[in-house]
Nanobody, 116 residues
């Protein structure tokens, strides 16, 4: 299973970006999918997660600004990021976990830089 994340870039504070994560395998049997962020010098942390029944959870720092969604027909997950802040800067990774599978699959990451 391969995940391809895209959509990162440089944006000014208050701006928006939309990230995409395309999965090489059908998403119909997933347990959950998620976006993580790794800021410079910090550990990777969860930003948003969506499970098989579309139950969604966000990190407190992005609630009301970020929206996670998925399109099973396109095998793609999205992260719409609005009102971006400099502290949102980091490499954003997508991950997927399939039912009945032990491992998680990770994309290569896409860099988001928010300037003040």
């Amino acid at each position: 299973v391969q995940l391809q994340a895209s959509g990162g870039g440089l944006v000014q504070a208050g701006g928006s970006l939309s990230l995409s994560c395309t999965v090489s395998r059908s998403m119909s049997n997933i347990n959950y999918m998620a976006w993580y962020r790794q800021a410079p010098g910090e550990e990777r942390s969860m930003v948003a997660v969506i499970n098989t029944i579309d139950s969604i959870k966000y990190a407190d720092s992005v609630k009301g600004r970020f929206t996670i969604s998925r399109d099973n027909a396109k095998n793609t997950m999205y992260l719409q990021m609005n009102d971006l802040k400099p502290e949102d800067t980091g490499v954003y990774y997508c991950t997927v976990h399939y039912r009945g599978n032990i491992r998680h699959y990770w994309g290569q990451g896409t860099l988001v830089t928010v300037s003040s």
